[in-house]
């Protein structure tokens, strides 16, 4: 159980593009979703943080308006990385929670590469 | 605002030997405190965590971690290490009041080599 997937696992995209990526609990309903970016051999960095049904809280120094998010149900949340440049080349996981305060499940997470 | 330390970029042991892993934390209040570990390319798959109870804590891949509250320390061990262990590892920390937030330390490579 607690399974999270997400597609596309990777993605090419040319400068200035706009990308989707999705994120899907496919065995339990996720009230919470979770947005990190990892760069390489670093640690992830939590992007935002998504609840079914309302805005998106982001981080500190993440642009809410390049980085998109919408959680329209339970089981799909979507990040969009609108006009991507090449410094938003990273590899991005997210992750989802049955409820505010429970455990964390990881997607495979999705290699984004913008030339 | 809670912190977590893993002191070692990599670290480098032989199979058949015990292999330890450091995390130390900064939290304000009772820490929950997680290891996952990282294949390349791949998403975060969850090992322990430590919430309440023993400080002994076994998970997946006969790892345990051992939570140490006067050293706020939660260090990830094996007794015995093997080639297949070799990956990125991740100490984490959530605390009460946080939501379900995690907090990620900068990761430890781990190759076991023969």
């Known amino acids: 159980g607690a399974v999270v997937s997400q597609h596309p696992s990777w993605v090419i995209c040319k400068s200035g593009t706009s990308v989707k990526i999705e994120c899907r609990s496919l065995d339990f309903q996720a009230t919470t979703m979770f947005w990190y970016r990892q760069f390489p051999k670093q640690s992830l960095m939590l992007m935002a943080t998504?609840?079914?049904?309302?805005?998106?809280?982001?981080e500190q120094g993440v642009e809410k308006d390049k980085f998109l998010i919408n959680h329209a149900s339970l089981t799909l949340s979507t990040l969009t990385v609108t006009s991507a440049h090449p410094e938003d080349s990273s590899f991005y996981i997210c992750?989802?929670?049955?409820?505010?305060?429970?455990?964390?499940?990881f997607g495979p997470g999705t290699r984004l590469t913008v030339t | 605002a809670q912190s977590v330390a893993q002191p070692e970029d990599q670290v480098n042991v032989a199979e058949g030997n015990p292999l330890t892993v450091k995390c130390t934390y900064s939290?304000?209040?009772?820490?929950?405190l997680f290891w996952y570990v990282q294949y390349p390319n791949r998403g975060l798959q969850f090992l322990l965590k430590y919430i309440t109870g023993d400080n002994l804590v076994k998970g997946s891949y006969g790892f345990e971690a051992e939570f140490n509250k006067s050293q706020t320390s939660f260090h990830l061990k094996k007794p015995s290490a093997l080639v297949s262990d070799s990956a990125l590892y991740f100490c984490a920390v959530r605390w009460g009041g946080g939501g379900n937030k995690l907090t990620f330390g900068t990761g430890t490579q781990l190759k076991v080599e023969l």
């Open positions: 998504s609840n079914e049904g309302s805005k998106a809280t982001y």
């Open positions: 992750s989802a929670s049955p409820d505010r305060t429970g455990e964390q499940y």
């Open positions: 939290v304000s209040g009772n820490p929950y």
